[in-house]
């Protein structure tokens, strides 16, 4: 490719499936994505949520049930989606689970599997799952949402720190495996977002944080991690593969 003009900064007509699509960044790549014409398949637990997104993103969209944590559910909408669409050519690995758990609390086993199996497994599920129609693609792209908490750590969160931290670890296992067919992989570190796991967080804690921590002292919206996402699945961006993004307004940039 000799001719960096050809390389079109359009989704239009693309298909592209969201995991986690009912509530927060999924909902706002979703719309996003819909918005700039692709053609977006909106998965989430509850359908009735997922309905109310796709109706939002317009007739570019369709919901699906899907629990991330069950192998054959993977299997049977990722098929479905393929079937109904023709096409997979974009994965947005999203879905996630609050994970806070002290060590000693007699939840913490369950909690900490639960977090692997929505966070991370479920990620390596769905890429499998979706790699026959990926390979179809001319610009195929996937996008694993993990954490600033997979580049450091919080007290408490330990199940969602290894579940993130595996993430930024698989994208970059799989941007070296499919890289030699084209596809490229990369991973997404939202910081303070405004999200369903945030909003019990009180208001005024939300802005000491902000003001303690980020460089540009306060949160971030959902919007602004779907913006960098639709910029990864762009046909053009395919040069960019194995790559770990904080999205957090410079959190991770600040010492003090």
């Given amino acids: 490719m000799s001719d960096h003009t050809a390389l079109s900064r359009s989704v239009a007509g693309r298909v592209a499936i969201v995991t986690g699509a009912a509530s927060g960044m ?5 719309k996003l994505l819909a918005s700039e014409g692709a053609k977006v398949a909106v998965t ?4 009735a949520a997922c309905e109310a997104v796709a109706r939002e993103c317009g007739l570019n969209a369709r919901p699906y049930a899907l629990d991330v944590a069950d192998a054959e559910a993977i299997k049977r909408v990722v098929a479905q989606v393929a079937q109904d669409f023709g096409a997979i050519d974009i994965l947005v ?3 996630g689970v609050s994970s806070f758990c002290a060590l000693d609390d007699e939840a913490y086993e369950d909690i900490w599997h639960r977090a ?12 499998r799952a979706a790699l026959p ?8 792209r996937i996008v694993n949402i993990a954490s600033t908490e997979g580049l450091g750590a919080t007290p408490g969160d330990t199940p969602y720190v290894a ?10 296992g799989l941007a070296v495996d499919l890289g030699p067919e084209g596809i490229t992989v990369n991973c997404i570190c939202p910081g303070p977002i405004r999200t369903a796991m945030t909003d019990k967080v009180p208001e005024e804690h939300k802005a000491i944080f902000a003001k303690r921590r980020t460089a540009l002292r306060r949160y971030g919206e959902p919007e602004e991690v779907a913006h960098i996402t639709l910029s990864l699945v762009l046909p053009a961006a395919s040069y960019i593969t194995g790559a770990v993004i904080p999205v957090d307004g ?4 600040r010492n003090a």
């Fill in 44 to 47: 989430d637990l509850n359908l």
């Fill in 93 to 95: 690995n999203n879905a």
């Fill in 116 to 127: 692997l199996a929505v966070m991370l497994t479920a990620q390596q599920r769905m890429v």
């Fill in 250 to 253: 410079g959190l991770m940039a």
């Fill in 163 to 172: 579940a993130k931290t595996g993430v930024t670890g698989l994208t970059r």
């Fill in 133 to 140: 129609w990926l390979r179809q693609s001319d610009a195929a």
């Fill in 26 to 30: 999924g909902k706002a790549t979703a």
